[in-house]
């Protein structure tokens, strides 16, 4: 992606996407951050000098076109990078709806929302949508059904546009990636009562690399599905 690429990210504020979002701005892109509110969209201007933010909050989509629509969105978007995600564990025995509900309004609703309001866009620009999912979207263990339901979906949603937006000339990727060293990693061993150790889990760098690698491949080509496990 050569020039002053635009790009959308949710999630920038910690682990895979903020180690994205450093990438795509120390070498010059053009950034429109997500954030879930006003205070958090002046942190990561801050952080980001120069880039734009986007507010809305991924855990109620039903308001997301509310909030666009008193925001300019870009008029050009490159590629538009779903990062944000969140996870909460229990046996199917004791999970709530609420549960449920908000992994599967922030992993899944939210970024088919996101996806619909920047489809022009990525239309015009021949862009590329990338989805982090996780290694939970292949394979549900024990106490990770609500989050693995929400990235189970999260690949169909992938699937379905790439086939949909081909002849559009938009590329859809989905990144696998297994446990990473982030506060979520961290969150996920206590939930599960488990010493965290970030050494022993993927360097959020290491998924960006693969992310921008993506990102950056020459247009005869296109990365539907890549895992990125851990390699140590």
């Known amino acids: 992606?050569?020039?002053?690429?635009?790009?959308?990210?949710?999630?920038?504020?910690?682990?895979?996407?903020?180690?994205?979002?450093?990438?795509?701005?120390?070498?010059?892109d053009e950034l429109v951050l997500h954030a879930r509110d006003a205070g958090r969209a002046k942190e990561l201007a801050a952080e980001f000098p120069g880039?734009?933010?986007?507010?809305?909050?991924?855990?109620?989509?039903?308001?997301?076109?509310?909030a666009f629509s008193h925001q300019s969105l870009p008029d050009r978007v490159d590629s538009l990078l779903h990062i944000a995600?969140?996870?909460?564990?229990?046996?199917?025995?004791?999970?709530?709806?609420?549960?449920?509900?908000?992994?599967?309004?922030?992993?899944?609703?939210?970024?088919?929302?996101?996806?619909?309001?920047?489809?022009?866009?990525l239309r015009l620009s021949q862009g590329q949508v990338i989805f982090v999912n996780s290694g939970a979207g292949l394979n549900a263990s024990a106490n990770w059904s609500a989050y693995a339901a929400s990235k189970h979906g999260l690949k169909a949603l992938a699937d379905s546009l790439r086939q949909e937006e081909r002849g559009a000339g938009v590329r859809v990727t989905?990144?696998?990636?297994?446990?990473?060293?982030?506060?979520?990693?961290?969150?996920?061993?206590?939930?599960?009562?488990?010493?965290?150790?970030?050494?022993?889990?993927?360097?959020?760098?290491?998924?960006?690399?693969?992310?921008?690698?993506?990102?950056?491949?020459p247009r005869d080509a296109e990365i539907n599905d890549v895992t990125v496990r851990p390699g140590r």
């Open 85 to 121: 995600g969140v996870v909460d564990l229990g046996p199917v025995g004791d999970l709530t709806p609420k549960t449920w509900r908000h992994q599967l309004n922030v992993n899944l609703i939210a970024p088919a929302e996101l996806t619909r309001h920047l489809l022009p866009q």
């Open 51 to 66: 880039a734009r933010t986007l507010v809305g909050d991924l855990s109620d989509p039903d308001r997301l076109s509310w």
């Open 1 to 28: 992606m050569a020039g002053m690429a635009t790009h959308v990210i949710t999630g920038a504020g910690s682990g895979i996407g903020a180690a994205v979002a450093r990438r795509l701005h120390a070498r010059g």
């Open 174 to 217: 989905t990144v696998y990636p297994g446990r990473t060293a982030s506060p979520m990693q961290a969150k996920v061993h206590q939930q599960e009562g488990k010493e965290y150790d970030p050494s022993k889990w993927i360097d959020p760098e290491s998924v960006a690399s693969t992310i921008l690698l993506a990102l950056d491949l």
